[in-house]
């Protein structure tokens, strides 16, 4: 039975070995420029453990995912192009989703994604255009793209929302 829980620094070992494995995936998958240059840091890692905001999909004692959740404000996502969000209400943000070598095919971003609808109804998430896995998974998990936002670094990402009104 799959649940999710917040991760510790016991685990850090483990989350940096799926985020590697995600960034290998990603390059096999054709998306050659996302998290480029080992992101997301372990001192980003370590961060978000520490603020509480690093979770794992679970199944026994394995660790099947991993994901940032929080209901916050991304600077990032107040402006957006090529589109507009579905609303302006309060919203909580998932980001670095990764999910492990064994899992993929196996529901994990979905049950991520519907646990974090669970929590907060109205989700923000973005991905690089390559990571077309991702598209796929948002939008099975009914996110609708909603036009690009723009990292700190100027970089484009695709934007999705998912709402319950």
Known sequence: MKRIEKITESALDRVEEIYAHARAYMRTSGNLMQWAGGY??????????????????????????????????????????????RND??????????VSEKS???????????????????????????????????LKSGFVHCGTILLANGDPRLAFQRTDA
């Open 89 to 98: 209400r309060p919203y909580a943000v998932i980001h670095r989703v990764a």
């Open 104 to 138: 993929h095919g196996k529901g994990v971003a979905r049950f991520i994604f519907d646990h974090c609808f669970a929590q907060y109804g109205n989700l923000r998430i973005d991905t690089h255009k390559d990571n077309v896995p991702m598209q796929k998974a948002l």
């Open 40 to 85: 997301p840091p372990r001192e980003q890692i370590l961060s978000d453990i520490s603020a509480g905001k690093l979770y794992a999909c679970m199944e026994e004692d394995e660790i099947l995912g991993v994901f940032y959740f929080a209901a916050e404000n991304d600077p990032t996502y107040a402006k957006i192009y090529d589109g507009a969000w």
